[in-house]
């Protein structure tokens, strides 16, 4: 009895001694399997579902726009307010004035300056004393001698002036001379006090 024992005590240790390793060796594949299959599944989630970049948007409707107000008086063809979006030179602030009149004195400017604020400017004009003619010229009679006594009254604007009038009769009022040909805005007021429509 007791020899069986002993043999089989051994047997069984021997069955112990060689079934211990395969399932460690087991449990070592089967955790080694899921792990792989953990950070197989990681990238597979990184590759189908890509993080996207953050994209910003600029609210250009939050951007102020600062209005440059310029008010121009005295010698320009349209006085007036003005209203710039930008820094604007005295240049072209005077040609959106439909620029200045001939006897504008330019001195006092220095035309390059740039006005980057609100501002009023006045242009002077050239003190010239204009004596009141006695005698107007009546442009819906006058011939062509009498046109060019007029003070701004070259002998081309003055030849305008009588095939304007041949061709479409008396003038009813003063401004309707700017419908003639080389006769201007700034010439029609030069001439404006030395005529009349008879």
Do not use: C
């Not at 990681?42 to 107000?69: N, V």
């Not at 400017?121 to 050239?126: E, F, N, R």
């Amino acid at each position: 009895m007791n020899g069986e024992k002993t043999s089989l005590t051994s047997s069984y240790k021997i069955i112990v001694l060689i079934h211990i390793p395969s399932t460690i060796r087991w449990r070592y594949d089967m955790k080694q399997a899921i792990m792989m299959t953990i950070i197989l599944v990681i990238l597979g989630w990184f590759w189908l579902f890509p993080r996207q970049e953050s994209i910003e948007y600029i609210d250009q409707a939050a951007i102020p726009y600062e209005i440059i107000e310029v008010e121009i008086k005295g010698a320009v063809l349209f006085p007036g307010v003005y209203h710039f979006f930008e820094p604007i030179t005295l240049e072209e602030a005077f040609t959106y004035a439909g620029g200045l009149l001939e006897d504008a004195d330019q001195t006092s400017f220095n035309m390059s300056e740039v006005i980057i604020r609100d501002r009023q400017i006045t242009v002077s004009s050239i003190n010239v004393t204009i004596e009141t003619p006695t005698v107007l010229v009546n442009v819906n009679t006058a011939s062509f001698k009498e046109l060019i006594t007029i003070p701004g009254m070259t002998e081309t604007r003055a030849a305008s002036l009588i095939i304007y009038r041949e061709q479409y009769g008396k003038f009813n009022h003063i401004d309707e001379i700017i419908n003639v040909n080389n006769i201007g805005t700034v010439t029609l007021e030069k001439i404006k006090p030395y005529i009349t429509l008879g």
